[in-house]
Nanobody
Framework: QEPLVESGGGLVQAGDSLRLSCAASARTFGGNNMGWFRQAPGKEREFVALISRSDGVQWYADSVKGRFTISRDNAKNTVYLQMNSLKPEDTAVYYC????????????????WGQGTQVTVSA
């Protein structure tokens, strides 16, 4: 599988914003729906957001709805996660992943994962 490369993580204060990026190959990007997951220490990996390849429809976890926005730039083969009004509970390693399933929030439906980027939000 061709790699996914995340970037944009960092240490911020509560209320700040960050934008994560995930770059993929043209073949990977063009053939898949693109999602973001996160995993906090001692917790399971959880779904954050997903954007459809075909129609741009987006899905969000309830915990981030209204604060995070997922988008994709087809010309750059890149998917973004704009994170606003960050909270300490958003602290996690964020992973980009691909799926051919429409609207799936299940990790088992994702077949290619990036290496992750750390996001730390201080109170």
């Amino acid at each position: 599988q061709e790699p996914l490369v995340e970037s944009g993580g960092g240490l911020v204060q509560a209320g700040d914003s960050l934008r994560l990026s995930c770059a993929a190959s043209a073949r990977t990007f063009g053939g898949n729906n693109m999602g973001w997951f996160r995993q906090a220490p001692g917790k399971e990996r959880e779904f954050v957001a997903l954007i459809s390849r075909s129609d741009g429809v987006q899905w969000y976890a309830d915990s981030v709805k209204g604060r995070f926005t997922i988008s994709r730039d087809n010309a750059k083969n890149t998917v973004y996660l704009q994170m606003n009004s960050l909270k300490p509970e958003d602290t996690a390693v964020y992973y980009c992943a691909t799926t051919t399933s429409y609207g799936s929030r299940w990790t088992d439906h994702y077949n290619n994962w990036g290496q992750g980027t750390q996001v730390t939000v201080s109170a």
